[in-house]
């Protein structure tokens, strides 16, 4: 092998090296882009509409791994919707976030079963935990405000 392919080789070996140190520091560089959808909130005695909110969909590890880290501010009417699999004990935290949330949670047929509202990060990490499916999170205060709770329930149109 000449030593100019082997050089090449080698250099291309550092930038690649440097991309995964990149991404594994700071896994938002790994998004692309987020899928959207619309959320009604529900009162689940009434069937009346308490609210809606449009929201970024985070349906991958990635996605919710980040969550709204990345961003400086969320809002009035938009959130973030965290999509898992199936129901389950779920725990959030508030990691490199610089404004206050309401976390709520949901099942799978979107009847809310925890709300929580989350300020800042401030170590150590508070754990929000809640059993979901879907994990809402808002501007804090918008749960309050809109009358919306335990019972509850989300409608997400993923059109």
Do not use: C
């Amino acid at each position: 092998m000449n030593r100019r392919l082997v050089g090449v080789a080698a250099a291309l070996a550092l930038i690649a090296l440097a991309a995964v140190g990149a991404a594994a520091a700071n896994p938002a560089l790994l998004i692309t882009g987020y899928d959207t959808a619309t959320v009604e909130a529900v009162d689940g005695e009434t069937g009346e509409t308490l609210a809606t909110v449009e929201v970024r969909v985070a349906d991958g590890f990635v996605k919710r791994y980040v969550g709204l880290s990345a961003t400086d501010d969320l809002p009035a009417g938009e959130g973030m919707l965290f999509v898992h699999g199936e129901t389950a004990e779920r725990a959030y935290v508030m990691r490199d976030m610089a404004f206050a949330l309401d976390i709520v949670f949901a099942d799978a047929d979107g009847t809310v079963t925890t709300v929580h509202e989350a300020a800042p990060e401030s170590p150590p990490l508070t754990r929000y935990e809640g059993p979901g499916r879907y994990v809402l999170e808002v501007p804090r205060g918008w749960s309050e405000r809109h009358g919306v709770g335990p019972g509850d329930r989300l409608v997400i149109d993923r059109e």
